[in-house]
């Protein structure tokens, strides 16, 4: 007999157990769902942060957590001979915004409001930005870093900041054409920031994520490391900024004092060619050009003012030339110490009158006077017939030795090479001409260079204005050592030249130039100025200027150059640019001014 009990559940058991199972099935779905739902919400989520409110998610990561430095290397640093930091660059910070993002949160007017009172900039200028429809637009390039925190402080949308470097000047105008300028957007272009771009910039580093050129991983170089950033080398120059100040200064006082159009004063080593000061007028500040900014009109600086006159300009030098035909004519043996000229006051050469300077030209000139006599009074026609007794071959060659016609190659950039005419193509006034500094020309560079060479011994040293440079660390990457380029004259012939110049100096046209219980040496010079447009002379306008050789009872310690751009009569380098080479060796001679170090041993160039 079937026990009733187990039928009954044998019949209810399928239905009983899919009756069970229902409850838990309901429970997955449900599971299933919110998992879906959570995916989807953290799908919409990071759509939202990464892509639809990426900027403002990007600028309050950037408030919380800003960058230290910049991602570009730190360039390097100028310094003086001493080791003083003359140029820098500091950390600085670009102020951008998103137009887009800013109007979508913030009031555009009160925001503008708000920037031009912590920027200064213009309130019409600012709306304009924030109602561009550009995705980008900088407000102020290269701002104090406390001013940008200013700004970040009041968090408004679309307002963040990069990090960039600033070039500094800490001196301003001082020796602002041997330095140069950075731009508004921070690129050089002038001195030496421009000509040494490529060893104060440094090298920017590789990517931290190895890719090609599509933006692709490399597969198997993840683990190798990025290369980092190579930092710009320091240049360390062989001027002396205290010095470098003291010529300033005292040109300073000349463009007050006698109101020149041009004004220039260059210093260099006699016995190395390292070049110790030089300045120009009119002249700038290049802080002002490298803080302008987005605005750069704000920045009103005549483009003469950016000129470097004594390396680019080429003019005719006037009486300092005589210097040159003094010891060209004694070293190819043409004229003696002995020798005499006379002058009349006006004369006939090569078929033209010719005329010596001022009251001379008309009251009967100087007579009859030898090479010390002719430097010392400055005689034009005396000058003139010893170039034409020189002759125009072996005059031009000598000139060619001392490096005229020809780059000084001292490390500046835009430097002209002056003019020197092929002697085959010169006629007899031509080389007259020439011999009191006219129908040549030359830079200030390149003529305090020939008359370094025919003071210190007879050797033409190469000038240069970099004494070395240093890696970030500090260690010597490169010394830059003197060279001497070639003889170009004899000793014996460079100790006459000296006697000659100091002979100027204690009873000549260079009285002013004289210093109590030092031998010094100058030159004058006053040139007429030629108008190759209109050509012609132009009238009431000279290029006066002196050159100094100091001291001269040992071998020469520095060669000076001073010019100056005139108009009116009557001024003469005597006059104009005398004191101011004067005041300048009066600071190197003192006992607190810069020494410059002896040489041990003078090359003895071939």
């Known amino acids: 007999m079937v026990n009733s009990?187990?039928?009954?559940?044998?019949?209810?058991?399928?239905?009983a157990a899919r009756g069970n199972g229902l409850p838990e099935r309901r429970v997955l779905r449900a599971m299933l769902i919110g998992i879906i739902a959570l995916a989807l919400g953290l799908a919409a989520?990071?759509?939202?942060?990464?892509?639809?409110?990426?900027?403002?998610?990007?600028?309050?990561?950037?408030?919380?957590?800003?960058?230290?430095?910049?991602?570009?290397?730190?360039p390097g640093a100028i310094r003086d001979r001493r080791g003083r930091i003359v140029a820098d660059s500091v950390v600085t910070a670009s102020l951008k915004v998103d137009p887009k993002l800013l109007r979508r949160y913030e009031d555009v007017g009160e925001a503008s409001r708000y920037l031009n009172s912590v920027l200064g900039i213009p309130v019409e200028q600012i709306e304009q930005k924030?109602?561009?429809?550009?995705?980008?637009?900088?407000?102020e390039r290269r701002v104090p870093l406390?001013?940008?925190?200013?700004?970040?402080?009041?968090?408004?949308?679309?307002?963040?900041?990069?990090?960039?470097?600033?070039?500094?000047?800490?001196?301003?105008?001082?020796?602002?054409h041997l330095l140069g300028y950075f731009s508004s957007d921070h690129r050089p272009l002038g001195g030496l920031e421009r000509r040494y771009r490529f060893v104060l910039q440094g090298r920017e580093g590789t990517p931290l994520v190895n890719q090609d050129a599509w933006g692709r991983r490399i597969v198997g170089m993840e683990n190798q490391p990025a290369l980092p950033a190579v930092p710009g080398k320091d240049l360390v120059l062989t001027v002396d900024w205290d010095l470098q100040r003291v010529v300033d200064d005292a040109l300073a006082r000349c463009w007050q004092r006698e109101d020149p159009d041009e004004a220039t004063a260059v210093v260099m080593d006699a016995g190395t060619?390292?070049?110790?000061?030089?300045?120009?007028?009119?002249?700038?500040?290049?802080?002002?050009?490298a803080s302008a900014g987005t605005g750069v009109a704000r920045v009103d600086i005549?483009?003469?003012?950016?000129?470097?006159?004594?390396?680019?300009?080429?003019?005719e030098p006037g009486s300092t030339f005589k210097v040159l035909l003094a010891a060209a004519a004694l070293d190819s043996g043409a004229v003696s110490l002995t020798d005499t000229f006379y002058c009349p006051g006006t004369t006939e050469v090569g078929g033209k009158p010719l005329k010596c300077w001022g009251r001379w030209a008309s009251n009967g000139g100087h007579g009859r006077l030898n090479?010390?006599?002719?430097?010392?009074?400055?005689?034009?026609?005396?000058?003139?017939?010893?170039?034409?007794?020189?002759?125009?071959?072996?005059?031009v060659k000598f000139l060619r030795r001392c490096g005229?016609?020809?780059?000084?190659?001292?490390?500046?950039?835009?430097?002209?090479?002056g003019s020197l005419r092929d002697s085959k193509k010169m006629y007899e006034r031509d080389v007259a001409n020439m011999g009191f500094g006219q129908g040549v020309a030359v830079t200030d560079l390149q003529l305090v260079a020939a008359v370094s060479a025919v003071v210190n011994g007879g050797v033409l040293m190469q000038p240069y204005v970099v004494d070395r440079v240093l890696n970030a660390d500090g260690s010597v990457y490169r010394q830059v050592n003197p060279v001497p380029i070639r003889r170009v004259c004899s000793e014996e012939t460079s100790r006459i030249v000296r006697s000659l110049i100091r002979g100027a100096v204690e009873h000549g046209t260079g009285l002013r130039a004289q210093i109590e219980g030092v031998a010094v040496g100058g030159k004058t010079g006053t040139a007429q100025i030629w108008d190759s447009k209109k050509r012609k002379w132009l009238e009431g306008q000279h290029i006066v200027s002196f050159v100094l050789v100091a001291p001269l009872d040992a071998t020469p310690r520095f060669v000076i150059l001073v010019t100056a751009r005139v108009r009116g009569e009557n001024r003469h380098g005597s006059t104009v640019a005398a004191p101011v080479a004067r005041e300048i060796a009066v600071y190197m001679l003192q006992e607190g001014g810069p020494r410059v170090p002896e040489t041990s041993a003078r090359p003895d160039g071939t």
């Open 5 to 15: 009990s187990r039928l009954a559940h044998s019949i209810a058991g399928p239905s």
């Open 45 to 74: 989520r990071l759509v939202y942060v990464q892509l639809i409110n990426r900027d403002h998610f990007l600028a309050v990561a950037a408030r919380v957590d800003p960058p230290h430095r910049p991602a570009v290397p730190q």
């Open 130 to 139: 924030l109602n561009s429809e550009r995705d980008f637009a900088y407000l």
């Open 146 to 176: 406390d001013t940008a925190e200013q700004v970040l402080a009041r968090r408004l949308a679309g307002i963040t900041q990069d990090l960039e470097y600033k070039r500094v000047y800490p001196e301003g105008e001082v020796g602002c």
């Open 273 to 289: 060619g390292a070049i110790l000061a030089l300045a120009s007028r009119p002249n700038y500040d290049p802080n002002t050009i």
């Open 302 to 315: 005549p483009p003469r003012n950016l000129v470097n006159l004594s390396v680019t300009r080429a003019y």
């Open 371 to 395: 090479m010390a006599g002719m430097i010392a009074k400055s005689c034009n026609i005396c000058a003139a017939l010893t170039a034409t007794k020189v002759g125009a071959e072996r005059y």
């Open 404 to 417: 005229l016609g020809a780059y000084t190659r001292a490390g500046f950039p835009g430097e002209a090479a």
